[in-house]
């Protein structure tokens, strides 16, 4: 007996097959994720909003403000006991996760990840973690979308439009940047730009900030007017500013990395989340505009109004004096990376957009301030558009995302006043980081190992093909203690290929090939049938394919190289198979017509 729900399911999809061509259901989905996914945004921004008016409005404010050192590691031991008592998974951090289901999952993603982020990124900024809430909303969107593909037995070229419709959708609704969110699919998923790929994008972004509008109304998360307008004099300042944001930008990613890899050595989760909460907690201590997301710090900046931010700082210095403030700025900018850093080691959820906008706008101000500062100079340099155009810099540095950094502006503004100026400083700080990472923050890791799916089609369809696809076990094996007529009689008379492992009896492990073009006189000399052994007979192979370790992009380089037609696969030292370049070619071709068929 069918149920309710699978009765008007199968009635939905006969309905659908009747009335919808393909394109047009993709898109209806398209519709359905950009809504989800700005319910979800608004869902994640109200209850973190809820916890710390909580605990920043009420307890820290009327009760003591020591509870600074105590809130991050009470919120990463109630993350950890979300994560095992109630999700039972791991919740994985911002955008990389999502990476990773394209490369190697096919688009599909585990079901938790659809409600995860949203349980446990409210709690980690909340009790003052010190990241944002877009990575999360961002990776709860597209775990929604990989539901709903999979609702609907959608292929894998539109499960990762899917995906990319999520992003674009999440940050839509975030900033109310509808372009900027299709500008940062585009780049941070390597979507190819047809028309096809943009109008699905479109109008997810839209669904996404038509609900932000729906529920927040007007406004904005960084309401920031514009100084005047663009003045060449000031296109000096603005080379320069790229010049800080790219070593910045490499400075931001060199201590993500670092911190990562310490709390990387300590196996137990108790122990990293001690640790993590007290350096946070020290941190925020020290300086309380690290707590959370750090928005108002950025509003307040752009405002000219920083005692609002830095009035609280425990050293009680006198906010009067410009290069006080220009210290604590710079001590905020410098830091912000190591608490958010840290908050990833603890164990805490979510992602680096903000921390990044935070550091990359306390960074554009500070270094407008210090201009400032100098009397020799015939003018003064608008804080509010060096606060921006020092975001573009940061986000341009770290992301590799020149145009998501200079429409996100340009949407926030509302006008194209700081257009120029924010492509000038975009091209700089993108220069100088791209020397020192060659990846973004995003897609280092995969980009290391050869899984990152990008534009280069070529290299997208490698990454997507599966080595279990290409591997052919019906060569028939040699052993090293057999001769010729074992030879002859076990595997060149039962085999259709003319090429043959050979194998140490008891290891199983691949000793050398037999090859039988090099065999072919022999094997009608019968009186050499007991005297030849396979070791008289065989030789190293060209080269080995190790399963697990090599990818299809060094498996490719490989054929190339050696000029090979079949290469052997091994595993920890273990005969797995054979890799032909025709089985190769023949699977590469499939999936290149699948990748690209948009039906």
């Known amino acids: 007996m069918k149920t309710t729900a699978q009765r008007w399911y199968i009635k939905f999809l006969q309905w659908k097959t009747q009335y919808l061509t393909h394109r047009q259901f ?25 916890i710390e008016e909580v605990l920043v409005g009420n ?14 590691a009470v919120g990463f031991l109630l993350v950890y006991l979300v994560k095992k008592y109630v999700i039972r998974k791991d919740v994985s951090h911002g955008i990389p996760s999502i990476l990773y289901a394209v490369a190697k999952q096919k688009g599909i993603m585990k079901r938790f990840q659809a409600y995860g982020s949203l349980l446990t990124a409210p709690i980690t900024i909340g009790f003052g973690g010190s990241v944002g809430l877009e990575g999360p909303m961002v990776v709860t969107g597209a775990g929604i979308s990989s539901q709903i593909a999979r609702l609907f037995h959608i292929n894998q070229s539109d499960r990762m439009l899917l995906l990319a419709c999520a992003s674009a959708a ?3 609704a975030i900033f109310k940047v509808p372009l900027a969110g299709i500008l940062f699919a585009i780049e941070v998923f390597g979507l190819d730009l047809t028309l096809w790929s943009l109008l699905p994008l479109f109008v997810a972004s839209l669904s996404g900030v038509l609900i932000s509008y729906l529920f927040f109304g007007n406004a904005a998360l960084l309401p920031i007017q514009v100084s005047g307008s663009f003045l060449m004099r000031n296109i000096p300042f603005y080379l320069l500013l790229g010049v800080v944001g790219g070593f910045m930008s490499a400075y931001f990613t060199f201590v993500y990395e670092w911190v990562n890899r310490f709390f990387a050595r300590f196996s137990s989760p108790y122990v990293r989340l001690l640790i993590g909460g007290a350096v946070l907690g020290l941190l925020v201590f020290l300086m309380p505009p690290l707590y959370g997301e750090g928005h108002e710090v950025i509003n307040h900046l752009k405002e000219g109004h920083p005692e609002l931010s830095l009035g609280d ?7 009067h004096n410009p290069w006080v403030i220009i210290l604590l700025l710079a001590g905020l900018a410098f830091s912000k990376v190591v608490a958010t850093s840290v908050t ?23 270094f407008a301030r210090i201009i400032n500062q100098i009397e020799w100079l015939p003018h003064k340099l608008p804080l509010a558009n060096f606060t921006l155009i020092g975001m573009t810099a940061l986000m341009t540095g770290v992301l590799h995302a020149p145009l998501t950094a200079i429409f996100l502006i340009a949407e926030v503004t509302g006008g194209y006043a700081l257009f120029v100026p924010a492509m000038v400083t975009a091209v700089i700080s993108f220069s100088i980081a791209k020397y020192f990472n060659k990846y973004s923050i995003y897609t280092m890791e995969l980009g290391r190992k050869g899984e990152l799916v990008n534009q280069d089609k070529d290299q997208a369809i490698l990454t997507l093909m599966d080595m279990g696809q290409v591997i052919e076990t019906n060569f028939v094996p040699v052993y090293t203690d057999m001769n010729l007529k074992g030879v002859v009689y076990e595997a060149v008379r039962e085999s259709s290929r003319n090429i043959f492992p050979v194998l140490d009896r008891e290891k199983g492990s691949l000793e050398g090939v037999i090859l039988l073009d090099d065999i072919r006189h022999l094997i009608f000399e019968k009186e050499l049938y007991e005297k030849v052994s396979v070791l008289e007979m065989m030789q190293p192979p060209p080269a080995l394919i190790h399963m697990g370790v090599d990818n299809m992009n060094q498996v490719m380089d490989k054929f190339q190289s050696t000029g090979a037609w079949n290469l052997p696969v091994i595993k920890e030292g273990k005969y797995i198979g054979f890799i032909s370049k025709s089985k190769l070619l023949t699977v590469y071709r499939r999936k290149l017509i699948y990748f690209s068929n948009n039906k």
């Open 26 to 50: 993709i898109l209806l989905l398209c519709v359905l994720v950009g809504v989800a996914t700005g319910f979800a945004a608004l869902a994640m921004r109200s209850l973190t909003h809820f």
């Open 344 to 366: 990833f080691g603890a164990g805490g959820v979510g992602g680096i957009f903000s921390p990044m906008l935070f550091m990359g706008g306390v960074m554009g101000n500070c």
């Open 313 to 319: 700082n425990i050293f009680g210095w006198d906010l």
């Open 59 to 72: 307890i820290i404010r009327y009760i003591n403000y020591g509870f600074y050192v105590v809130f991050p």
């Open 170 to 172: 999440a940050l839509a």
